[in-house]
């Protein structure tokens, strides 16, 4: 394989479309085909072959594909990319079941190839400056990571729920920030659009770490919301993914003079910075890390082995909110 890398795009939906705009942005990669059964609803392909299978856009010749397909098919997409020796990026969740998703994992590292899951969220500017300042110390000893994640339904999402496409975000997030596993879960869903899946789940976790956490995810709220707190002894953390913003909330030494409050205050109040840094966009970083893995620069990708363990996190979240206790992983 020459440095420049064949990329092949399946399916040209809502994300597909940012797919197409983004390898075509991305030094080293080299956008060569198309394919989707449904066609070119976003008019991405251009001058470029478009093909209604898999099979037929593996016999133009390309090094690697971008999997942009609905969830439930991610399985039988992947499975064929990985026989015919292609590095894959897929979509999150790496697929719609912990049993699906393993046969993925068993094939490609068969293969000795990549195979990328694309939580998105870790390459957040916001979130890769959090977790650098938290691994300097800067926060101490962390305690508790929050999240919210909100906002109207998308009519796109049919063939899961809400922890599956939006709460992996925030059960990878978590678990890489913190740098451990989750060891046990707890929720509560709400289904409320109709369907047979979830549309709204609060949950709460523990990590191996110790650090407890807490997700609120849901498509029933007429505002948009992508937050994430961190707790920690020296303050609190709060990234906004959706402006990629940082800004720390220090524990201060200011005695609080105002006696009813500080009857019940637990720290004093201190100085709140918002910090500045170069924000790439996540998906540009993303298609960097993929190509960086295939030609074995670093491993910054998800790669197939974390998905899984995301998605094994979110069925014990389902489960849990099924049975009405608490799951141990």
């Given at each position: 394989m020459?440095?420049?890398?064949?990329v092949?795009?399946?399916?040209?939906g809502?994300?597909?479309?940012?797919?197409?705009?983004v390898?075509r942005?991305?030094?080293?990669?080299?956008?060569?085909?198309?394919a989707?059964?449904m066609?070119d609803?976003?008019?991405?392909?251009?001058?470029?072959p478009?093909y209604s299978?898999?099979?037929d856009?593996?016999?133009?010749g390309?090094?690697?594909?971008?999997?942009?397909v609905p969830?439930?098919?991610?399985e039988?997409v992947?499975?064929?990319?990985?026989?015919?020796?292609?590095?894959?990026?897929?979509?999150?969740?790496?697929a719609a079941?912990?049993?699906?998703?393993?046969r993925m994992?068993d094939?490609?590292?068969a293969?000795?190839l990549?195979?990328?899951v694309?939580?998105?969220?870790?390459f957040?500017?916001?979130l890769?400056?959090l977790r650098r300042r938290i691994?300097?110390?800067?926060?101490?000893?962390?305690?508790?990571?929050?999240?919210?994640?909100?906002g109207?339904?998308?009519?796109?999402?049919a063939?899961?729920g809400v922890?599956?496409d939006?709460?992996?975000h925030?059960?990878?997030?978590?678990a890489?920030?913190a740098?451990?596993e989750?060891?046990?879960?707890?929720a509560?869903?709400?289904l409320?659009?109709?369907r047979?899946?979830?549309?709204?789940?609060?949950a709460?976790g523990?990590l191996?770490?110790?650090?407890?956490?807490n997700?609120?995810?849901?498509?029933?709220?007429p505002?948009k919301?992508?937050?994430?707190v961190?707790i920690g002894?020296?303050?609190?953390?709060?990234a906004?993914?959706?402006?990629a913003?940082?800004t720390?909330?220090?524990?201060?030494?200011v005695?609080?003079?105002?006696?009813?409050?500080?009857?019940f205050?637990?720290?004093?109040e201190g100085n709140v910075t918002?910090?500045?840094f170069?924000k790439a966009e996540p998906?540009?970083?993303?298609?960097?890390?993929f190509r960086d893995g295939?030609?074995?620069?670093?491993?910054r990708y998800?790669?197939m082995?974390?998905?899984?363990?995301t998605?094994r996190?979110?069925?014990a979240?389902?489960?849990s909110a099924?049975?009405g206790?608490?799951?141990?992983?």
């Amino acid at each position: 394989m020459s440095e420049t890398i064949r990329v092949g795009l399946i399916g040209l939906g809502m994300m597909g479309r940012h797919h197409a705009r983004v390898v075509r942005e991305t030094e080293g990669l080299e956008l060569v085909a198309m394919a989707d059964a449904m066609g070119d609803a976003h008019k991405v392909a251009g001058k470029l072959p478009l093909y209604s299978n898999v099979s037929d856009l593996i016999k133009h010749g390309i090094d690697a594909a971008v999997v942009a397909v609905p969830t439930g098919l991610h399985e039988e997409v992947g499975l064929e990319l990985a026989a015919a020796g292609v590095h894959t990026l897929v979509e999150k969740p790496i697929a719609a079941s912990t049993e699906a998703g393993q046969r993925m994992v068993d094939a490609f590292e068969a293969a000795t190839l990549v195979g990328a899951v694309g939580h998105i969220e870790r390459f957040n500017p916001a979130l890769q400056e959090l977790r650098r300042r938290i691994d300097e110390g800067e926060l101490g000893r962390v305690l508790q990571i929050s999240t919210r994640r909100q906002g109207p339904f998308p009519a796109r999402i049919a063939d899961v729920g809400v922890v599956k496409d939006l709460g992996t975000h925030d059960i990878d997030l978590t678990a890489w920030l913190a740098r451990s596993e989750y060891v046990q879960v707890a929720a509560q869903t709400t289904l409320a659009s109709g369907r047979q899946h979830e549309d709204m789940v609060v949950a709460v976790g523990k990590l191996a770490n110790g650090i407890i956490t807490n997700h609120q995810v849901n498509w029933l709220s007429p505002m948009k919301e992508r937050v994430t707190v961190v707790i920690g002894e020296k303050g609190a953390f709060v990234a906004d993914t959706l402006t990629a913003d940082l800004t720390f909330h220090e524990n201060g030494s200011v005695a609080t003079e105002w006696a009813s409050i500080s009857n019940f205050r637990g720290v004093t109040e201190g100085n709140v910075t918002r910090y500045a840094f170069p924000k790439a966009e996540p998906l540009k970083t993303e298609h960097e890390a993929f190509r960086d893995g295939i030609l074995e620069i670093d491993q910054r990708y998800v790669t197939m082995r974390e998905g899984l363990q995301t998605l094994r996190i979110a069925e014990a979240l389902i489960e849990s909110a099924r049975e009405g206790q608490s799951v141990r992983i």
